[in-house]
């Protein structure tokens, strides 16, 4: 009973300070992404992990890669931990409201943005995934150990092509809010065809989610209620599936995706609650586990890491061949330091995780205000440009979603790869107006002569 009343009171002054810090954002979407993927990526695996006195059950997996995380048992201590480390989270994002209390900047919308502009960058994404794929054996069928040959076999090439992949596929996020607006219905399949074809190619499905937030953003901002009430209804077969999908790619390298996909749905009689098990493993709980995990470990029997994860931002085109110990990511530490038998995989720790493995409690504070000011600024340095009219808004809240869940570095090359792309994608637009204009002009001047 006394159990009870603790954690319903730290979830309550929990979520009413993130009520109050939403109510004063000023419809900020950095702030609202922000707070929504702490919720979604922290808070609701944590609650659910709570429900369910510990993680027995809510791992189902055919790997050993998260077993060692299977038989987490709560404590007072640290489950009292955690909620001091998301107050200190949602303080620094109040902080950032508090500063910078302008809404955020949207640009004029560029009325000129095309459907088969946009679909052609769609269609050369989608064959620049399919050539990818063409690069590896087709005897390597594990997702995982496919990535792995890539990146050993194509050193710089294959950091090349990965950083210009993931920055199409947000210039495509970005494109999508005017295509919404000229043709609604095209869109919706535009962005789930290629959610689903980076979903199947790639395994992970954290794209899917957020193709389907920019879409249910969509539906509000255009009054599609209609389509919002289908949307919802869709979803819930969508979350189930989304579930079950841990299980379903590590085991669809051994038999066809929908034996493997049958196979996931019988495996549900593996837990112990059910319900407990969706909602986990669709908000990636496996991720909040190890940061937990590093909130009682470190610095107990691990020391911090004073921000050697950051670095990687700095070495990530010079391959291993070159420089073999250059640092890692947070998530190959990660599965370096709890599990020597995972050797090629990696564990993402969540961005409190990381930032909590850096420099401690302070660290969350420092590295959540500084990814905030950093986007906000980003923000405000493109849509300045005279030659973007786009309105980046939705993008920005996208990118601080998926940042409750990724790794400082690979977010802020996320931010560089794309603004590069933007500037390149709005200077080439340029010129092909001006070109148009003078052909214009050339053939007035033939017809009046």
């Known amino acids: ?29 950095l702030v609202i992404g922000a707070i929504f993927g702490l919720i979604y990526f922290n808070i609701l695996p944590f609650l659910v992990f709570l429900l369910n006195d510990g993680s027995e059950g809510l791992i189902i997996d055919s790997t050993s890669k998260w077993a060692i995380y299977n038989h987490i048992l709560e404590n007072h201590f640290n489950n009292l931990y955690y909620f001091i480390s998301l107050l200190i989270m949602v303080f620094s994002i109040h902080i950032y409201s508090v500063i910078f209390k302008q809404k955020q900047i949207g640009q004029e919308k560029d009325s000129n943005i095309s459907t088969i502009g946009t679909s052609t960058i769609g269609i050369i994404f989608i064959l620049l995934l399919f050539f990818k794929e063409s690069l590896i054996p087709e005897d390597i069928t594990h997702w995982a150990k496919r990535a792995e040959y890539f990146n050993e076999h194509y050193g710089f090439f294959a950091n090349i092509y990965s950083f210009i992949l993931i920055g199409i596929k947000y210039l495509i996020l970005v494109l999508s809010h005017n295509l919404f607006r000229s043709n609604f219905n095209f869109a919706v399949l535009f962005l789930l065809m290629i959610a689903i074809l980076d979903t199947l190619i790639t395994s992970n499905r954290i794209f899917f989610l957020v193709c389907g937030i920019v879409i249910f953003y969509n539906m509000i901002v255009f009054k599609k209620y209609k389509f919002l009430i289908i949307g919802f209804i869709f979803s819930i077969p969508l979350i189930f599936l989304m579930s079950i999908w841990p299980y379903v790619r590590a085991i669809s390298s051994e038999m066809s995706l929908i034996d493997a996909l049958v196979k996931g749905i019988n495996n549900f009689e593996l837990s112990t609650n059910i319900f407990n098990y969706i909602i986990f493993s669709a908000t990636e709980g496996a991720d909040f586990l190890v940061s937990y995990t590093m909130l009682i470990d470190i610095p107990n029997n691990n020391d911090y890491l004073y921000g050697s994860t950051i670095f990687k931002i700095f070495t990530y085109f010079i391959p291993r061949s070159i420089w073999e110990d250059k640092w890692e990511s947070i998530a190959l530490v990660a599965a370096q330091r709890y599990d020597n038998n995972l050797e090629g995989f990696s564990l993402n720790t969540t961005f409190l995780g990381e930032a909590y493995a850096n420099f401690g409690l302070v660290g969350i504070f420092v590295f959540t205000l500084f990814i905030l000011i950093v986007l906000h600024y980003m923000n405000l340095f493109l849509n300045r440009l005279k030659f973007i009219k786009l309105n980046l808004d939705i993008l920005f809240f996208a990118i601080i979603f998926q940042t409750m869940r990724a790794n400082f570095s690979d977010i802020f090359l996320i931010v560089i790869n794309l603004t590069i792309l933007l500037m390149l994608y709005s200077l080439i637009k340029s010129f092909l107006k001006k070109f148009n204009n003078r052909r214009k002009e050339g053939e007035k001047t033939l017809i009046t002569t």
């Open 1 to 29: 009973m006394i159990e009870a009343i603790l954690y319903s009171s730290c979830f309550l002054i929990l979520f009413l300070y993130i009520y109050l810090v939403l109510k004063n954002s000023n419809n900020n979407l």
